[in-house]
Each structure stands twice: as structure tokens, then as C-alpha cells.
């Protein structure tokens, strides 16, 4: 019997993507066999970068990672975990402030989907003060921001800050 592929979904926006959930990203790629990264569509946010953006900075910043895969979707994150033929969520947490989101979202998923289970990484603690929107934040007063996002996404936010800039 071929043994069963471990097969897991880190879904989220990713807008944009930090070195927090880098971190994720590869510590769940040395857990699972592979690890799909679901870059949700989301039609009521108006994101900085685009899905197709989100989706290839993820591409670039992953691509030395070959169990990892990069995907966007719209919808239920646990139908898209089914159309990927896997069993686990991934998410991060990094602190209690995070936690009751978390938890009613795995419990719901849980009802909807008894099938899937949600894995929670406990964030590096270098991260764990880190998100998307302080880094938006940081980035949008002109500051650098590649102590916190990989250099392409620090390379990619101060060009588009200039570009608006101009226009301005
Ligand atoms: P969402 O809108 O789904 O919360 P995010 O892109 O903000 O999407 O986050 C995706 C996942 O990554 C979430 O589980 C979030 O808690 C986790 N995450 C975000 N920032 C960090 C970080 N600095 N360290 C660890 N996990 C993080």
C-alpha cells in the first residue's frame, strides 16, 4: 500500500506577505508533505496588492520550498481544502488577542467540515508583534519596512508608494 500523502492548507490574505508567515509557511513545509498557501479573493477588502500579486510574491518568496504550493481562492476555505485533496488548516497564532477569532473559526470549520482539522504554529517570537496591516501602516509613511516582509515585498511596497506618489 503507496502510504498517504500529508496534505495541508495555510489559508489567509497575505496582504502582504510578512516574514511571520514565512515562517509558518516553512515550518509547515517540514511537517507535511506538502503545503498548499490559499491566498483568499476577498471581494469586501479593497487589498493592497492584488490576488495576482499576492499570489506571485508568495511564488517568489517560497520558490526554494518545493513542497510548496501557492493557490488562490474564493469561498469557503474548507471547500477549498477539499478541492485540494487535504485533511488539514494550517494557521498561525501569536497571541491571545488572535485566539477567540481562531477558535470560533476552527470550531465552525469543524461543524462544516468534521473531516478537516485546523493545526495551530505558535509564531517565532521575533514575529509576534508583526502583521500585514502595522506593516501597511509603517509603509504608507514612507518608512522601510524589510526588517519585518522579505526584500521583494519591501522592493515592491516602496515602488508602489512612489508610483501613487506621483500621481498625487
Ligand atoms: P487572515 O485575513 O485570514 O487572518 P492573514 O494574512 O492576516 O489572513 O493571516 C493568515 C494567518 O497567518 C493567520 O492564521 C494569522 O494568525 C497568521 N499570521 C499572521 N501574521 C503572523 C505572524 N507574524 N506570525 C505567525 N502567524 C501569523
Same mark, same amino acid.
Given at each position: ?6 496534505k495541508a492548507?495555510?489559508?489567509g ?11 509558518i ?6 511537517q ?10 476577498n ?12 499570489v ?6 517560497t ?5 510548496? #504550493?501557492?493557490?488562490? *481562492?474564493e469561498?469557503?476555505?474548507?471547500? @477549498? &481544502?477539499r478541492a485540494?485533496? %487535504?485533511?488539514?488548516?494550517? $494557521?498561525?497564532?501569536?497571541a ?5 477569532y ?15 482539522d485546523t493545526l495551530f ?8 508583534y508583526?502583521?500585514s496591516?502595522?506593516?501597511? #501602516?509603517i509603509?504608507? *509613511?514612507?518608512?522601510n519596512?524589510?526588517? @519585518? &516582509?522579505?526584500?521583494?515585498? %519591501?522592493?515592491?511596497?516602496? $515602488?508602489?508608494r512612489?508610483s ?5
Amino acid at each position: 500500500m503507496t502510504p498517504k500523502i500529508r496534505k495541508a492548507v495555510y489559508p489567509g490574505t497575505f496582504d502582504p506577505c510578512t516574514k511571520g508567515h514565512l515562517d509558518i509557511i516553512k515550518r509547515a513545509a517540514q511537517q507535511f508533505d506538502e503545503v498548499i498557501v490559499g491566498v483568499l479573493r476577498n471581494s469586501a477588502k479593497t487589498p493592497l496588492f492584488s490576488t495576482e500579486e499576492r499570489v506571485n510574491i508568495l511564488k517568489e518568496v517560497t520558490k526554494e520550498i518545493p513542497n510548496v #504550493e501557492i493557490r488562490s *481562492f474564493e469561498g469557503l476555505t474548507v471547500s @477549498f &481544502v477539499r478541492a485540494c485533496g %487535504a485533511g488539514v488548516i494550517i $494557521r498561525g497564532l501569536r497571541a491571545v488577542t488572535d485566539f477567540e477569532y481562531e477558535l470560533q473559526m476552527a470550531q465552525t470549520n469543524r461543524i462544516l467540515a468534521p473531516d478537516i482539522d485546523t493545526l495551530f504554529l505558535t509564531t517565532s517570537l521575533e514575529y509576534a508583534y508583526l502583521s500585514s496591516t502595522t506593516v501597511r #501602516e509603517i509603509a504608507e *509613511f514612507g518608512h522601510n519596512v524589510e526588517q @519585518f &516582509v522579505p526584500p521583494v515585498v %519591501a522592493d515592491l511596497m516602496s $515602488r508602489k508608494r512612489s508610483s501613487r506618489n506621483e500621481f498625487q
